[in-house]
């Protein structure tokens, strides 16, 4: 045990009365992130630990590139809004910039933005079979669900379009699906913006809790 403590620096082990897991922690530039890799719910105390390591490694990475896209923007645009923290409006931006969408030429960004802080960005990915295609939305929401995020506060969205790009019906559910209560906001090519609550664009959605209404009628 304590060799692991040692060899993996910012990892510590928790095993009181109802908690047993490892104990994630990370610093840069002032900031402090944390998490607890649960035994019970990654599987064991190996599997636990392996995702811990992962999600420390790429923490760590991601502070990194916080810090240096942090001094960058102050330097480049004076803005101190942007020097703080990740301006998730940027990184639509910048991440619709990089959209695989050699067929249609419509190229989307999003960054959806954790309850953490941490921000991840995605663009539509385009496949020449077409129904292969994925769209930004839920290309960001599946990289923060497999980095273990769990709480999201909003998604902005942009296009190259003139008009707002609002998410189809497939990224809707799958937004409502982890994140019933996120703000969606759109952005046009002249960087107008409109936010709605997912509600607002699905209502009456399909959740888990028809599930359970169903089996709880039998
Ligand atoms: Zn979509």
Redesign the pocket.
């Known amino acids: 045990m304590k060799k692991q403590e040692k060899k993996y620096r910012g990892i510590s082990r928790i095993d009181s009365h109802d908690t047993h897991g490892w104990f994630v922690r990370a610093y840069k530039s002032g900031k402090t992130t944390s998490k607890l890799f649960s035994d019970s719910i990654f599987g064991g105390k190996e599997q636990a630990l392996k995702k811990a390591i992962m999600f420390r490694e790429d923490l760590v990475q991601r502070l990194q590139n916080e810090s240096r896209l942090g001094n960058l923007n102050a330097s480049e645009s004076g803005k101190k809004r942007l020097s703080k923290t990740q301006d998730p409006i940027a990184l639509a931006k910048k991440a619709m910039k990089e959209a695989i969408a050699p067929y249609s030429k419509f190229k989307?960004g999003a960054a959806l933005v954790c309850r953490s802080g941490e921000v991840y960005t995605g663009h539509?990915i385009e496949s020449p079979s077409y129904s292969l295609t994925?769209?930004?939305?839920?290309v960001a929401l599946f990289k923060a669900l497999s980095e273990g995020s769990r709480e999201f506060k909003e998604i902005v969205i942009t296009s190259n379009s003139e008009d707002f790009c609002f998410?189809?019906?497939?990224?809707?559910q799958?937004l409502m699906d982890f994140a019933p209560n996120i703000k969606v906001t759109l952005l046009n090519k002249h960087g107008e913006q409109k936010s709605f609550k997912i509600e607002k664009l699905l209502p009456n959605a399909f959740s888990k809790s028809n599930l359970k209404r169903k089996s709880a009628s039998k």
């Open positions: 989307v539509n994925i769209c930004a939305e839920r998410p189809c019906g497939a990224c809707r799958s």
